[in-house]
Every structure is written in structure tokens, then in C-alpha cells.
């Protein structure tokens, strides 16, 4: 488990102190003494009225009939110590915290244990009103009990808020150890260590396939995932395997690996298809299984990482499926990034190097506009090799070949062609420039910025750096040095690739950074799976605009895209959708004709739509406490509605399918869901057919530097 220095999550006495006096003690005496106390029939009544809520039911549905049955003991016991004479606040505190840490390896929500709460609180009302005592007496044990209900409740919910902390804490050590690994194996090695290291998660199996398509495990975490490895290596459980009509074919890991989808298992032991597995799951405790298809830049998969837990429901719940899709981007960059070897001959290696002696470079610029105003903001430098005869070289090809002297080069003749093009305009916008993180290491970086800055007589607010996700600086004190002085002179900096998995989440972490990019490879799949790719933008750009960063959309190839991207709130975009890198001299007049294609408030995209309705449910999330404002703003309109008033005929279907979500959105999150599902449907169903219909998607595949 991954714990560092918490907030104080002991008792304040003060709130719930007169429930644990004298007086209060001796009150409960008189219960005990009073009332036959029946904790088994309260129990059943309670579990009883649980079964009639739909988050509970799910939960309950989770466990075998002996689990159900060690579940009833223990809230017998629970309820034993709430009504003991003798119990203290700190004592209670104690247990109630184990009790949350329970509740939140097993997925139970902070919503599911408030309303389980509100049925308890019931019950205990009911047994006190059989007590014969004096009213005031009474009165008086009602609120010590309801005050040692709010003490669980508190107790609890720190507890979740406790894990929510460790769960970050996992998500950096995991970012870390894939920033620094060498090798596959210490990749494997150190991240499957990480994610077994989380409280509730047990073991960990990474496979591959092989030739005849079997998952051939190559690594594992955890002691109970060595030994399923070892399982599988003795021949005493069936092998996975990715074609459904081999016997391992219908293991979780199969099934994830020909969706392409996240796969959870909440029932391994009891469900049928685990029948091959069944009986090593039980032997090794192993409850739950998440397999997390990972996937190339084309959303294939190439192989698949299993994760493990003794809890059932441990792996369900939203938190925990954002959690599972920040796993499979680390994870997925990571192994990529350790497999991929491109070759390079050596004459194009001396090809490359001598065009860079030469000086034999061109900086192309790639506007970045506003989203919301529509003005270019700025821009950036992208640099190309001329060859002889003309033909331009992207940097996908040369990058590989550069070393670090040979990066410090090309950033050089780069920065010198900005200065000179910046000098020349009236009214020059500030210019990007991308930069290794690791040149935050070597000063020679810093002189050279400020070196042309000052012989070109430029203010430095017209620069900004974008720090490429590579392998991060050595030595963090001069880094903070290096970047306090950029920063202090007016220099913007900006986080490249947020999202990549590389070290983006690390870096937001150390380095209070003015603004964030977020990766074009998470935008390239918004026409393939964009629920996924949507939910991750919103993601991401809430969590930047929580640091204060703004946030630039990188990979925007067509008007839908650029309208999800200002719809989700993201202050910039890039793109071919909006403009291809230009030469200077096309550079100059371009501004002029720009117009921004989209209007967010008035999605005409099936995609804006999708986009507008996630915007729509962050507000619906947020009023869920509060029913009177709830049903109110489900009554206004929304942004997907004004989607379909602009093709009221076509798109009436929609309309019917939205009416009847806002209605669920008031009778609790199971039925919004299902009403939802045949939004989301409609909504997907058409961006698929405007791509199908020849929507542009352009290409996403330029390199920069």
C-alpha cells in the first residue's frame, strides 16, 4: 500500500462527545436490560429493505450464500457495539474506519452507504420506541445513537477518502517506475509490483500472445499472481487465449482482448465461464478479475494485463473504471515505447547528420487558436530538413537519430528562425517551441533562449516551451532552477502529451505548469470509440483546470472534433481540422482568413452532441444532493436538445430518447443509466455514420520537435 503522510483522521471529540458519557452509558443499560434484543432479526430486517435499492441489490448479488452469511454476522457485531455501555469515541472510530476500508475494497459508493445509513437509522428509531422510559430519557438515547451513527458515517467516509489518496499515490509510482525502466523486464517487474502494492489488489499477470494464439504469461505481481503463473506453467488450469473457440478462449483475458475492452468479473468463482479456473481462484482467495486490454496507437490490442482482488465488486464503480483506463493508457505507452525499435540505416543516420551541419532546417508554424473567442492565440514551430532538391523531411524520421548534443542543435537553428520571423511581423503572436525534459538538466539550453532572446532584442512573454514527453531531469533542484528563471522572464511552460502514460501525471505533480496539452492519440479514436476518447478529454481538463493550466486539444482533424473540444471546455485546439504546419511566408496571411467553424453552445455534431451531454451529467452529478435544484435543472434546457431542434424530423427519435433520460435522471442513477444508454446509442450511432458519409478525419500522424 502506498501511504505517505495523511491529514489528521482521528476523532474530533468535540461534535459527538456526549454520546459516549456516563449518563448515555447507563441509558443502554437500561435498553439491554429492557428489550430482548433481537440483532439477528434487526439484521435481517435491514438487509431485507437493502434488497429493494438497486446499487445494494447489485452489491449483495456480488457475494455467495456463505459470504452473505459472514456479512450478516459482522453488522450484527456492528450493531452490538454501537449499543455497548461501555463503547469509547475512539474505539468506535477505530472499527468504523476498518468497517469503511471494507465498504470501499468491495466498491460500495459513498451514496449506496448514505442511503444504507438512512435505512439503519430507521430501524434503531423502531427497537427505541419499544423501550418503556420516561420521553426526555428517550429523546436522549435517539440522538447519542443518532450522534454514533454520524461518528460511523465520518469514520467511513474518511476512509474512502483514504483510499481515493493511496489510489493517486499508485497512479505516480506507477508513471515513475514507466519513466525510468530500461527495459521491458523492469518494466514488468516494477509496475506489476506497484499495482499489487495497492491495498485490496493481490496479483497481477501480464500475457502476450503467441503463434497459435495462446496468452503466453510473461509476467507477474504479487505472491497469490506467482502462483497462478505457476498454475498455468504445471498444466493445472486451462491457458488463456484470444480465439473464442479455444478452451481459454472464453477467459476474461480473451473476451478483453477481442473487444478491445476492459473486461470485469465480479463473480470469478461463481460465474460459469470461470469453470476452467475455477478451482486455483478459490485455492489462492482470488475474488475478482479485471483484464485490461493494452493497445497500440491504432486501438489494437497487443496484449492484455489481468489484475486481481480478494473483494468482490473491487474493481466496479465508476472511480474504479477511470481508474482501469489510467492503467491501460500507462501501461499501453509504456510497453510500447520498450518494444518499438525502428531501424535506421546507417547512411540515412550520416544523411540526416550532415543536413544538420549544414543548417539544412526549416521551421513550419501550426496555429493554435481559442476556442471560445475564436482568435489565434499562437503558435507553433515545427521543424522539417530540407534536402537538396527541395523534398522536407517530417521529424519522425530525423528525431530517432539525434542525440543529445544533435537535439541542443536543431533547437538552436530552430530558435533562431522564431526570432528572425517574429522580428519580422507588426503584431507577432508568441511562438511554441517543443523541448526535451531532460534539457532542464544542462544550462546549455537555458543560455541559448535567452542568448537569442536578448541579440534579437524579443520580450520572452512571446515564447513559450513545451516539455516533450521524454525521460525527465536528473536532478530535480536544477530544474526548479532552470524553470523558475523561464518562468520569472515571461516565459510560458507547457506540458506536452498529457495523457501519453509516459510521465504526464508526474510531471503535473512537480512542475506548476501554465498550461497542458493533451494528447493527440487520445483524440485519434473520438470517431472509433468516442465515449471513451470524450471522457477522457473531460477528464484531463478538469483535472488541469483544477491546477490552474489551460488546456490545448492536440489532434483536432475535423469540425465535430473542434466542436467536442469547445463544448468539453478546453481553452485551445490544434489540428489539421484546423490548419496543416505552413511555411512563414502562407503563415502571414493566414490569421486573416481563419473563422471559427463551431459554435459550443450550439453543438451541430453528433459529437459536440455526446460532448454536450457528458457537460450536461458533471451538473446532474453535482446537484444529486440537492432534489429541489435536481429537478429543476433536469427541467432546463439543454445543449443536446438544441442538437435536435436543428433537424427536428430526423432527429425526433433523439428527442424521445432525451425527454425520457431527463425523466430518469429523478428516479436515481439505475434508471438514469438504462434511459442514458439509448442516448448515448443514437448519439454514436450517428458519428459513425458521418464518418461512413466521407467526414475528414485527416491525419494525426505529424511529428514535432
Keep these: 500500500m502506498h501511504r505517505t503522510a495523511h491529514p489528521d483522521f482521528a476523532v474530533d471529540h468535540a461534535p459527538y462527545s456526549l454520546a459516549y458519557c456516563a449518563e448515555i452509558g447507563e441509558l443502554l443499560r437500561c435498553l439491554w436490560r429492557g428489550v430482548n434484543l433481537d440483532l439477528d432479526g434487526f439484521v435481517e430486517r435491514f438487509y431485507r429493505d437493502l434488497q429493494h435499492r438497486a446499487e445494494a441489490r447489485v452489491l449483495l448479488g456480488r457475494l455467495s450464500p456463505a459470504e452473505l452469511a459472514r456479512l450478516k454476522g459482522r453488522q450484527a457485531a456492528h450493531l452490538a457495539m454501537l449499543l455497548d455501555p461501555e463503547l469509547s469515541m475512539q474505539t468506535h472510530y477505530d472499527a468504523a474506519l476498518r468497517v469503511g476500508r471494507v465498504h470501499e475494497l468491495v466498491g460500495l459508493g459513498l451514496p449506496a452507504l448514505l442511503e444504507g445509513y438512512h435505512l439503519y437509522q430507521e430501524q434503531i428509531h423502531q427497537l427505541l420506541f419499544r423501550l418503556e422510559m420516561p420521553v426526555a430519557q428517550r429523546e436522549q438515547l435517539v440522538a447519542a445513537l443518532q450522534q454514533r451513527v454520524l461518528l460511523d458515517i465520518e469514520a467511513q467516509t474518511k476512509s474512502h477518502v483514504r483510499f481515493a489518496v493511496e489510489v493517486a499515490q499508485t497512479f505516480v509510482a506507477l508513471e515513475r517506475v514507466t519513466e525510468s525502466a530500461g527495459s521491458l523486464a523492469a518494466l514488468l517487474r516494477d509496475s506489476l509490483q506497484v499495482l499489487t502494492a495497492l491495498d485490496g489488489m493481490v496479483a497481477a499477470l501480464f500475457a502476450r500472445p503467441d503463434a497459435q494464439g495462446g496468452l503466453q504469461i510473461e509476467a507477474y505481481g504479487g505472491q497469490a499472481g506467482r502462483a497462478y503463473a505457476q498454475a498455468f506453467l504445471d498444466g493445472r488450469v486451462v491457458p488463456f487465449a484470444i480465439d473464442a473457440a479455444q478452451p481459454g478462449g472464453m477467459s476474461p483475458a480473451g473476451v478483453a482482448w477481442r473487444s478491445g475492452e476492459v473486461q470485469i468479473r465480479d463473480m470469478v468463482r461463481l460465474e460459469g465461464d470461470a469453470e476452467p479456473w475455477r478451482a486455483e481462484l478459490d485455492r489462492l482467495g482470488l475474488r475478482t478479475v479485471a483484464s485490461i486490454p493494452l493497445l497500440d496507437d491504432a486501438a489494437r490490442p497487443f496484449a492484455v494485463l489481468n489484475l486481481y482482488s480478494g473483494f468482490p465488486g473491487f474493481f466496479s464503480g465508476a472511480q474504479r473504471e477511470v481508474a482501469l483506463r489510467h492503467i491501460q493508457q500507462t501501461m499501453s505507452r509504456a510497453v510500447l515505447r520498450q518494444e518499438r525499435s525502428q531501424v535506421i540505416p546507417v547512411q540515412l543516420r550520416r544523411a540526416y547528420a550532415q543536413l544538420l551541419d549544414d543548417g539544412a532546417v526549416q521551421m513550419h508554424y501550426q496555429p493554435i487558436v481559442d476556442l471560445r473567442s475564436g482568435r489565434v492565440d499562437h503558435v507553433e514551430a515545427l521543424a522539417r530538413m530540407r534536402q537538396a532538391d527541395g523534398t522536407l523531411i517530417a521529424p519522425g524520421q530525423f528525431l530517432p537519430t539525434l542525440d543529445a548534443d544533435a537535439l541542443l542543435q536543431l533547437f538552436k537553428l530552430g530558435l533562431e528562425q522564431v526570432c528572425s520571423d517574429l522580428q519580422g511581423r507588426s503584431t507577432p503572436l508568441p511562438v511554441a517551441l517543443n523541448m526535451p525534459a531532460e534539457a532542464l538538466d544542462d544550462p546549455r539550453w537555458h543560455d541559448a533562449v535567452f542568448d537569442a532572446l536578448t541579440r ?8 513559450q516551451l513545451e516539455l516533450l514527453e521524454t525521460h525527465d531531469a536528473r536532478d530535480p533542484a536544477r530544474r526548479d532552477a532552470q524553470l523558475d528563471a523561464l518562468r520569472r522572464s515571461g516565459i510560458r511552460i507547457v506540458q506536452d502529451d498529457l495523457g501519453s502514460g509516459h510521465s504526464s501525471l508526474l510531471r503535473m505533480d512537480r512542475i506548476a505548469f501554465d498550461g497542458v496539452k493533451i494528447d493527440q492519440a487520445l483524440v485519434r479514436g473520438a470517431h472509433a470509440k468516442p465515449l471513451r476518447a470524450l471522457e477522457f478529454i473531460t477528464h484531463l481538463t478538469r483535472l488541469a483546470h483544477g491546477v490552474g493550466a489551460r488546456v490545448t486539444v492536440e489532434g483536432l482533424e475535423d469540425a465535430a472534433l473542434i466542436e467536442a473540444a469547445a463544448v468539453l471546455g478546453a481553452d485551445c485546439g490544434q489540428g489539421y481540422g484546423i490548419a496543416r504546419p505552413m511555411p512563414p511566408q502562407q503563415w502571414r496571411d493566414w490569421p486573416a482568413h481563419w473563422r471559427l467553424p463551431v459554435d459550443p453552445t450550439q453543438p451541430s455534431s453528433a459529437l459536440g452532441a455526446l460532448a454536450a451531454l457528458l457537460l450536461w451529467e458533471q451538473q446532474l452529478g453535482a446537484l444529486s444532493a440537492w432534489p429541489a435544484l435536481l429537478r429543476d435543472y433536469v427541467a432546463l434546457p439543454c445543449r443536446v436538445r438544441a ?54 478525419q485527416g491525419s494525426a500522424s505529424y511529428a514535432s520537435v
Excluded at 456 to 463: A, D, E, F, G
Design 643 to 696: 442538437y435536435v431542434q436543428q433537424e427536428p424530423l430526423a432527429r425526433a427519435p433523439l428527442g424521445a430518447l432525451l425527454r425520457r433520460s431527463h425523466a430518469a435522471a429523478l428516479d436515481g442513477a439505475a434508471a438514469y443509466a438504462q434511459a442514458r444508454a439509448g442516448v448515448v446509442d443514437w448519439l454514436c450511432a450517428g458519428i459513425a455514420a458521418a464518418v461512413g458519409d466521407g467526414a475528414d
Design 456 to 463: 534579437w532584442r524579443l520580450p520572452p512573454s512571446l515564447l
